[in-house]
């Protein structure tokens, strides 16, 4: 059976951590960027759908290519970050649940219904792209997601090849500078946005 964790992974995950902005001049390695996908692809989603498709921009080319498309406050997250994810879905990702989901003809669920694969593309990619946060900081590394791009920009540089792939949103990721951050923002306590019933 599983046990709680620790306080120190509490914190590492959630009370301690912050999104940065500035960046300390250490690499990431693709050691480390596979070590993340491994984590990731473990996360639930939909009848194991796994919409999610990931450009990791490591070099100066591809980080400057995205940052072209960036609105000018983001800009320079991009480009000192060790790496920049683009967490973008498949609207067909259906087409892969044949072997990714063999219980059933999950297939035929989505076929024809593009509004119901866009929906579900997006919630479950959006999942994804959260489970990116997490297992990036469970490997000691910070995260700066961000949205503030153009998506159809995006999309028409990164994938033109795959044209039923759209961006949702991009995180930086490296090791964060701590002596930039300003004060953590407001976090309310239970009752302030939750009902117990």
């Given at each position: ?82 790496v ?9 990702f259906?087409?892969?649940?044949p ?90 306590d ?8």
């Amino acid at each position: 059976m599983a046990e709680p964790l620790d306080s120190a992974a509490l914190d590492q995950l959630f009370r301690e951590a912050r999104s940065f902005s500035e960046w300390q001049d250490r690499e990431v390695t693709d050691a480390q960027i596979h070590a993340i996908w491994e984590l990731v692809k473990m996360g639930p989603t939909s009848a194991n759908q796994l919409p999610a498709r990931i450009v990791w921009c490591k070099s100066g080319p591809a980080k400057e290519r995205l940052a072209q498309h960036a609105a000018e406050g983001n800009r320079k997250k991009i480009l000192t970050a060790p790496v920049c994810a683009i967490i973008a879905m498949d609207e067909d990702f259906h087409e892969q649940l044949p072997w990714l989901f063999p219980h059933t003809d999950a297939r035929s669920w989505f076929t024809g219904d593009e509004e119901a694969r866009k929906r579900s593309a997006f919630r479950n990619g959006t999942l994804q792209g959260a489970y990116l946060i997490l297992a990036a900081r469970a490997l000691g590394l910070d995260c700066g997601p961000m949205s503030g791009f153009d998506n159809a920009a995006v999309d028409a540089d990164f994938f033109a090849d795959h044209p039923k792939w759209k961006s949702n949103f991009i995180c930086s990721i490296g090791y964060g500078d701590r002596d930039t951050l300003f004060p953590r923002s407001p976090r309310p306590d239970f009752d302030v946005f939750n009902q117990l019933l």
